[in-house]
């Protein structure tokens, strides 16, 4: 019984992880209204924010059954994001950035690597 309950948490928690930490990534994007664009522009903006989060969220849907591809896609969506962060100029607020965002996908990549060690 205690085993059924382990398994059913290590299989949802990187699932509902994910579908918040995409809900965040675009939750982010909406900053683009305070430019003051016009329509199209705002919506080609909007549109430019958010694929970072259609990226992952197309990966979330192929991770549903296949745990391995969420595992390597969440830890390199972090590399990736450190590497970006950088390119740019240093600043101290930026260790924050990478701690919230790549921190929340390596959790996010080792957990679908959890469950699929467990599933073998």
Do not use: C
């Not at 809900?23 to 522009?41: G, K, P, T, V, Y």
């Not at 990966?59 to 595992?71: A, H, M």
């Not at 101290?92 to 060690?117: D, E, H, P, R």
């Amino acid at each position: 019984m205690r085993d059924k309950k382990i398994s059913e948490f290590v299989y949802w928690t990187p699932r509902i992880l994910s579908i918040i930490f995409i809900l965040f990534l675009a939750l982010m994007s909406l900053d683009i209204f305070s430019l003051e664009l016009n329509f199209w522009q705002t919506m080609l903006g909007l549109f430019m924010h958010n694929i970072p989060a259609l990226i992952l969220l197309a990966v979330l849907l192929i991770s549903w059954k296949y745990e391995i591809v969420g595992g390597f896609s969440f830890i390199l969506a972090g590399i990736i994001y450190i590497v970006l962060l950088a390119s740019n100029p240093f600043e101290w607020y930026m260790i924050s950035w990478a701690i919230q965002i790549s921190g929340t996908a390596f959790f996010i990549g080792i957990l679908f690597f959890i469950n699929w060690f467990r599933k073998k």
